[in-house]
């Protein structure tokens, strides 16, 4: 039986693989990114599903203006990601692939966004370690995307607040400003369908990511190397000094009341509100992140 490397090549040679997915599934199988990608791929060459492969390798998923938006479960789910399933179904593992949004891409992304700060701080002559907020929704696999955006920006010398369930964008927003945080995160893919997930950055000033900020974030990132797992601080220049760990906090509460308190301050008409208290009021998160903030909110302001 030929190898899985000997497979790739003749589906390359018989024109079922892209030459550009060929390569990047190559280097996965050549190099050292360990038994589950492996797996994967065999599972997926086993079944001759050529053209999943092609989609999840013909390029690595571009970090851009908007950050990363993809797939994080497969048109194809192997064996090996189902692993097991949560009660509603979900994969126990995101899907593999250099063009998919999973961890190896968050990890390649924060790390990228690290870097930058860390540069820009160092042009404006800050001290200090540098923070992020990071938040997530309610998707599949935002609470473990957001962890690990976490966990490499700590082990890159940053600091990082993560919120300790799914927050809205908007809050995101306010907890970088309020607690001074030089970027933030956020995992989410807005109204795309449920097996994406996406990637989001916000800078310093609560606002996502633009000029010049946006194309040096997008320059760093795209320096990270290697192709299925997450990068670490080895994959740096080895000139650079290796910064010191940061700590990963956890938020919660006091942001929320900060927030509201904000929000507060927005309301036109206390009076009309304080008239309207016998008001009845239906409303439906559907599914996302907003029941977390609207319901508290219309009962401290007496709805």
């Not at 540069?119 to 200090?128: D, E, L, T």
């Not at 995307?145 to 600091?159: K, P, R, V, W, Y």
Request: a neutral charge.
């Amino acid at each position: 039986m030929p190898s899985l490397l000997e497979q790739i090549d003749g589906a390359r040679s018989d024109g079922k693989l892209r030459p550009d997915a060929a390569e990047n599934i190559r280097r996965i199988l050549s190099g050292e990114e360990g038994d589950f990608a492996v797996r994967v791929i065999g599972e997926l060459s086993q079944a001759n599903e050529w053209e999943e492969l092609n989609d999840r390798f013909y390029k690595t998923l571009a970090f851009g203006t908007g950050g990363l938006r993809g797939r994080t479960i497969g048109k194809i789910v192997t064996p090996s990601e189902l692993g097991a399933p949560t009660a509603l179904g979900r994969p126990e593992f995101p899907c593999v692939g250099t063009n998919a949004m999973n961890y190896f891409n968050v990890g390649r992304a924060t790390h990228g966004l690290v870097i930058y700060i860390q540069k820009w701080r160092s042009r404006q002559g800050m001290q200090g370690r540098p923070k992020i907020v990071v938040a997530h929704d309610t998707r599949h696999f935002s609470q473990e995307f957001a962890q690990l955006a976490a966990e490499t920006a700590s082990a890159n010398g940053c600091d990082a607040v993560v919120f300790d369930g799914p927050r809205s964008t908007p809050e995101l927003s306010f907890a970088v400003r309020y607690l001074d945080a030089d970027a933030g995160i956020v995992i989410t893919a807005s109204h795309n369908p449920p097996h994406d997930n996406g990637y989001k950055v916000y800078f310093s000033d609560g606002a996502q990511v633009t000029e010049p900020h946006a194309s040096g974030i997008i320059a760093e990132v795209n320096k990270i190397g290697g192709t299925g797992s997450v990068p670490s601080q080895k994959s740096r220049d080895h000139t650079e000094v290796v910064p010191a760990k940061g700590e990963i906090i956890t938020a919660g509460d006091e942001i929320d009341r900060a927030y509201m308190e904000r929000l507060e301050t927005l309301i036109l008409n206390r009076k009309l509100i304080r008239r309207a208290h016998d008001l009845k009021i239906v409303y439906t998160a559907i599914h996302g992140t907003g029941g977390v903030i609207v319901k508290p909110m219309l009962r401290k302001i007496g709805l």
